[in-house]
């Protein structure tokens, strides 16, 4: 058995707020709510039988913990407790977020060390960019509750104002906190999340645009190509999928912590669905399991 760490799974799946107001209304077996809840039930099967130690959860903040005052390109949480947001109608009714600050300050330390230039937050709120993928996958959880099922290392990437990280940063740092990860001398299974997307543009003339075509074609590159989606540029996002599209690439960093990408065997898709609308945005969602 192995004494380090090691990442097991990757999992990538959309953040739309929309979809924890319905959690958290119990609005979840509304037509409307129904199918797309129903794709993510497979995957709360699966979370149950492969729960992680710990998970590194990539999303990006939406003017909460940060604002145009001050704007990290990537920002790794480090505090033992994070509470939800207040992004305007008061904090969602879901239990603190607890860290992991060991493994956390480690990978600090050797993300650093490969030459990534980490902001470190020591004290910060995390809006439903974190919690509601906590929720699709863990399910509704008391609001009184100490905290979710598992520690969570939030990793907090600017896809909101330019200029952004390229796709090629993004999966070099996935990179190196498997690197980092795999050295930490404690043998956890962790697993690495990537959120937000897909195609959705929130403002001006192509307000509601949702491309299914583009979503499945990318999706699949992501499992079979990475490094070649990885050389898209920031224009083909916003072209084909919107404005706010470009939240794709911190997914781009879960799938860079998988083993293939420094001569492991592939991934296996555990599961994988889409769904459109929730709200005015796609919904995608993928597992990917390390062999």
């Known amino acids: 058995m192995s004494t380090h760490a090691r990442i097991t799974a990757s999992v990538y799946t959309s953040h739309v707020p929309a979809i924890g107001v319905a959690m958290d209304q119990g609005r979840t077996q509304e037509p409307y709510w129904l199918p797309l809840f129903a794709g993510y039930a497979p995957s ?13 959860l990539v999303y990006n903040d939406h003017a909460n913990a940060f604002s145009l ?17 207040d992004e305007g109608w008061g904090p969602r ?11 956390a300050a480690h990978i600090a330390q050797s993300v650093i060390q490969q030459d990534f230039d980490l902001t470190l937050i020591n004290r910060m709120t995390v809006d439903h960019g974190l919690t509601v993928p906590l929720s699709l996958l863990f399910g509704e959880q008391a609001p009184g509750a100490s905290g ?48 937000g997307g897909m195609s959705h543009q929130l403002q001006g003339p192509r ?26 540029p920031h224009l083909d996002y916003v072209r084909e999928a919107g404005s706010e599209g ?10 860079g912590a998988m083993a293939d990408l420094d001569g492991g065997g592939p991934p296996r898709v555990a599961h994988r669905f889409y ?6 945005t796609a919904v995608g969602h993928l597992i990917l399991e390390n062999p």
């Open 44 to 56: 709360r099967r699966w979370m149950d039988a492969n729960r992680p130690d710990a998970i590194v």
């Open 69 to 85: 005052d001050m704007i990290p390109t990537f920002a790794l949480g480090t505090a033992d407790r994070y509470a939800p947001a």
């Open 93 to 103: 009714a879901v239990p603190p977020v607890h860290g992991h600050g060991e493994l």
């Open 148 to 195: 979710w099922p598992v520690p969570v290392i939030p990793l907090a990437v600017n896809v909101v104002q330019y200029p952004v990280p390229s796709g090629r940063r993004c999966l070099q740092l996935g990179q190196a906190i498997r690197r980092a990860v795999e050295s930490f001398d404690t043998p956890l299974n962790v697993q690495v999340w990537g959120t």
């Open 207 to 232: 307000a509601g645009l949702i491309n299914r075509e583009w979503d499945n074609a990318w999706m699949d590159r992501l499992i079979a190509d990475p490094r070649g989606l990885s050389e898209m």
């Open 246 to 255: 470009i939240e794709l690439v911190m997914w781009l960093i879960a799938r």
């Open 275 to 280: 769904h459109v609308p929730a709200s005015n």
